[in-house]
């Protein structure tokens, strides 16, 4: 029904960016909330980013306000996650996420991508 397909993941130095790009195939694309998360080394997957399907709503874990950007074009049926100031801490597999609304959950995942930034 949703299929999702990250890429733009990497090695970067500290400081540096990346662009994490998610295309959706999905007829209801416009109605889908979505989110990105990661997942470290023996850590439990956490929400970085979310945005609503109106596009107008938006959020951010506490960790990467200010350096993370999501945003999402519609047309072009893909999601972004714009990552500056990169810290080594940022290191994760990185999956995107959506959920048709009314759901609470997301229900449908990508396959990750793998950041990681050198210190």
């Known amino acids: 029904q949703v299929q999702l397909v990250e890429s733009g993941g990497g090695l970067v130095q500290a400081g540096g960016s990346l662009r994490l790009s998610c295309a959706a195939s999905a007829r209801t694309f416009s109605s889908l909330t979505l989110g990105w998360f990661r997942q470290a080394p023996g850590k439990e997957r956490e929400i970085v980013a979310r945005?609503?399907?109106?596009?107008?709503?938006?959020f951010y874990t506490d960790s990467v306000k200010g350096r993370f950007t999501i945003s999402r074009d519609n047309a072009k049926k893909t999601v972004y996650l714009q990552m500056d100031s990169l810290k080594p801490e940022d290191t994760a597999v990185y999956y995107c996420?959506?959920?048709?609304?009314?759901?609470?959950?997301?229900?449908?995942w990508g396959q990750g991508t793998q950041v990681t930034v050198s210190s």
């Open positions: 996420a959506a959920r048709l609304w009314p759901a609470t959950e997301f229900a449908y």
């Open positions: 945005i609503a399907w109106t596009g107008g709503s938006t």
